[in-house]
């Protein structure tokens, strides 16, 4: 049983430590007393400023032949902040009501979480013109920050890193190992990478919107109108892809979400069982304009996923007492402000694949896990299971002929949670009754799967 005394009350004394600043150096830092969190700024860039947050789990155990796990969690959007989402609303700690989450993975492992790129959440750019625009960029700065954490820090450097990513995050996640394997090749960064995890990851847009008419048609979500309408409008962004007019593809996948929405009355996003009004983790839209669509992502859980009584939304929450305890956030910067800003400067690179990235990656011998909720719908599995079976990888028809295990969980092993299958350094798992958010709707097979995927000493044992 994990003692989250360590964590509460929220509002410890926070013990500053000011750092030298220099060139892409931390400008400075903070934590508890006990030291079980820390966290910080790293300037990546001039004027661009990187916020992050690592919990050291109570469970850690020194044990060289089962090193303890880091997972980084890269939250989605882009524009959606892992150090509040991921954190309060998925995996970290405490939730909302700061009450301890019993499914978190810090059981399992130390929490990193990084408000990426900057710009989102308490990131924030001086300057306009230092918004990333493209996910490369983006995989710069996490790379300039993980050296700024790690190349000092032997305690650090003794643990795998894995990268665990959602929705968008997925994009950032592959672009960010293969600059991290660079980086570590070069002799320039100290660190493990222990693998890559693509959770609901938008890996291939073209994919995912082919998929929506003929799954929506299947479920009676769209009627033939509605499925040839959408598969017409998938049409134009392929071809719009092939032109390289990328920022027309992501304007044309706006307008097919409202189409889609408007012809299935408002399905939801998130989970296609659902409508959007009826779904607590999505923020309810009658239509999704562009403005609206392209910043759907980052405000997905201003709807309060809280208890009555609780703290307040999301914003309040981070801008109110979040900051308080953290005290180094600057007066001038509020949580998410800049959020939109991120998505609308990254609209060049939003339709971009990163298929091949994950073939290089696989390539390369590092492990790759993806996993995906089953119901769903805008990173749905049958465009994750579509740009799979698309990898160049050597091992991928073993993969694919291999049969599926199924997955239980705690002491009920009658009802099946999902399925997996892996193939040398590649791991693919189905999690059924679960949208978008796997960890917030299946915790208790998630959780399993974080062990799994980081081999956890704590899982294992």
């Known amino acids: 049983m994990l003692k989250f005394s360590f964590l509460v009350p929220l509002l410890l004394i926070s013990v500053l430590v000011f750092l030298p600043l220099f060139h892409g150096g931390i400008a400075f830092a903070a934590g508890t007393p006990d030291a079980s969190e820390q966290w910080g700024y790293v300037q990546v ?8 947050w690592l919990y050291k789990s109570p469970n850690r155990v020194v044990n060289p032949s089962k090193p303890w796990p880091i997972i980084l969690w890269l939250q989605g959007g882009p524009g959606a902040s892992g150090v509040a989402i991921g954190n309060f609303q998925e995996v970290g700690p405490l939730d909302m009501d700061l009450n301890p989450r019993n499914s978190t993975w810090l ?7 990084v408000d990426n790129p900057v710009g989102t959440g308490f990131s924030f750019v001086e300057d306009k013109a230092q918004l990333v625009k493209t996910d490369e960029e983006a995989a710069t700065d996490l790379t300039t920050l993980l050296k700024e954490l790690f190349n000092k820090n032997e305690s650090l450097q003794q643990s795998p890193l894995f990268i665990v990513a959602e929705s968008y995050g997925g994009k950032f996640a592959v672009t960010l190992g293969l600059s991290v394997v660079k980086a570590i090749d070069a002799g320039e960064l100290k660190l493990k990478l222990g693998g890559v995890a693509l959770g609901d990851s938008w890996i291939s847009p073209e994919d995912f919107v082919f998929s929506w008419g003929p799954l929506l048609k299947d479920l009676s979500r769209l009627d033939n109108n509605g499925l040839e309408k959408s598969n017409s409008m998938a049409q134009q962004i392929k071809q719009q892809l092939e032109n390289g007019s990328y920022e027309d593809a992501t304007n044309t996948w706006s307008q097919l979400e409202d189409m889609i929405s408007t012809s299935s009355n ?24 562009t403005a609206v669509a392209m910043k759907r992502y980052s405000t997905y859980l201003a709807s309060k996923r809280i208890s009555a009584g609780g703290v307040g939304d999301i914003d309040s929450f981070m801008n109110g007492i979040i900051k308080e ?4 956030i600057p007066d001038s910067v509020k949580w998410g402000t800049q959020s939109g800003l991120v998505f609308s400067t990254l609209a060049g690179d939003f339709m971009k694949p990163r298929i091949n990235e994950v073939a290089e990656l696989l390539a390369k011998g590092v492990n790759v896990t993806v996993y995906n909720g089953q119901v769903d719908l805008i990173c749905a599995t049958k465009g994750t299971e579509s740009w799979v079976e698309k990898l160049k990888w050597e ?6 002929s291999l049969d599926r295990t199924p997955l239980y969980c705690g002491n009920d092993q009658i009802t099946t949670k999902g399925f997996t299958k892996s193939y040398k350094n590649l791991h693919f798992y ?6 978008h958010f796997v960890p917030v709707e299946q915790p208790c097979v998630a959780l399993k799967m ?11 044992a």
Not at 272 to 277: G, I, M
Not at 430 to 435: K, R
């Open 45 to 52: 860039r001039p004027k661009a400023h990187m916020f992050w």
């Open 107 to 113: 059981q399992l492992a130390d929490l990193l979480f």
């Open 266 to 289: 408002n399905v939801d996003f998130y989970n296609f069982l659902l409508d959007s009004a009826n779904d607590p983790l999505s923020t309810a839209v009658s239509s999704l304009s």
């Open 325 to 328: 305890k953290l005290k180094i």
């Open 395 to 400: 091992g991928l028809q073993g993969f694919l």
């Open 430 to 435: 189905w999690i059924l009754l679960a949208g």
């Open 450 to 460: 974080a062990g799994d995927i980081t081999h956890s000493p704590i899982a294992s």
